[in-house]
């Protein structure tokens, strides 16, 4: 959900979090922050709620987040509150959490495998990827049946895709094209 209004607000957590030298420390908060949102959905309906008076709402984010993130980040969820955009909170701390990656050097991969990978076959999978783009590597395990077997990796903007339902994808188009495959 990023658009201007995400970047802004993340953009100048940001650059307050920078300037504090704690975007790590902002990042994890802003990745529990979406990790609530993500499975409580109620939580975001009631950030959103109309008549829910921003009062009620402030109080929330107290009893919730009062010992889980510190008060700048409190502070920071009450003002997106207050300026009535509590609708982007989630993409905002999103858009956060992209830039602090982009800060520190991790890349974001998402592997997409038949079944649960093992961690030793995570680990390789990162090892490669850490080689192969000189950054931290952070790993998302995606299961999707439909791979048949083999994975699919996608980091940033490139896909490497060594699944069996893509061989056989290829061979299909080939065979249809009159070619080899």
Request: aromatic content about 6%; hydrophobic content about 40%.
């Amino acid at each position: 959900m990023t658009n201007e209004i995400t970047q802004r607000y993340a953009q100048g957590m940001f650059e307050l979090a920078k300037e504090e030298k704690s975007v790590e420390e902002k990042k994890k908060q802003a990745e529990s922050i979406l990790e609530t949102m993500n499975t409580c959905p109620d939580f975001a309906l009631f950030l959103r709620a109309v008549k829910v008076t921003k009062q009620e709402k402030y109080e929330l984010i107290d009893r919730i987040f009062q010992k889980a993130v510190d008060h700048d980040m409190c502070s920071f969820m009450k003002l997106i509150i207050e300026k009535g955009r509590s609708y982007y909170m989630q993409g905002i701390m999103e858009d956060y959490v992209k830039l602090a990656n982009e800060d520190l050097g991790i890349e974001l991969a998402e592997v997409v495998s038949a079944r649960k990978l093992s961690a030793q076959d995570m680990q390789t999978i990162g090892e490669a990827l850490v080689r192969k783009t000189n950054k931290k590597v952070v790993l998302k395990n995606k299961i999707d049946p439909s791979v048949i077997g083999g994975i699919r990796v996608t980091m940033a903007n490139s896909v490497t895709d060594a699944t069996i339902s893509a061989k056989i994808e290829r061979m299909r188009s080939a065979l249809l094209k009159g070619g080899r495959a």
